[in-house]
């Protein structure tokens, strides 16, 4: 099996800064994509930003420049840093990896539980 696990939610005011952290962690071989997603009460889930195997990176445009991903492989960890938080970014944040659980396997799409983040005018 195979978990992934948020951390760095909270409250904070417009303008501050926090730092979502993700653990993969179980039977994991390989994790090739990482990703962050949040969800607004009543609204669909959306993109925040993603990172490959190649540390490439692709951000939502309402995020760009304030938000930066990165990924640590060596502890199957990936994190979102957010800056100049706005109210707007008030969200259930959830992490999103595409994890090989062995060798040859197939590639599998997992979830965190997710963590919220509250930013106050």
């Known amino acids: 099996q195979v978990q992934l696990v948020e951390s760095g939610g909270g409250l904070v005011q417009a303008g501050g800064s926090l730092r979502l952290s993700c653990a993969a962690s179980?039977?994991?071989?390989?994790?090739?994509?990482m990703g962050w997603y949040r969800q607004c009460p009543g609204k669909q889930r959306e993109l925040v930003a993603t990172?490959?195997?190649?540390?490439?990176?692709n951000y939502a445009d309402s995020v760009k420049g304030r938000f930066t991903i990165s990924r640590d492989n060596a502890k199957n960890m990936w994190y979102l840093q957010m800056n100049s938080l706005k109210p707007e970014d008030t969200a259930v944040y959830y992490c999103?990896?595409?994890?090989?659980?062995?060798?040859?396997?197939?590639?599998?799409?997992?979830w965190g539980r997710g963590t919220q983040v509250n930013v106050s005018s």
């Open positions: 179980g039977s994991v071989f390989t994790i090739n994509a």
């Open positions: 990172i490959t195997s190649a540390r490439s990176t």
């Open positions: 999103n990896a595409k994890i090989q659980r062995w060798y040859q396997g197939p590639w599998n799409n997992y």
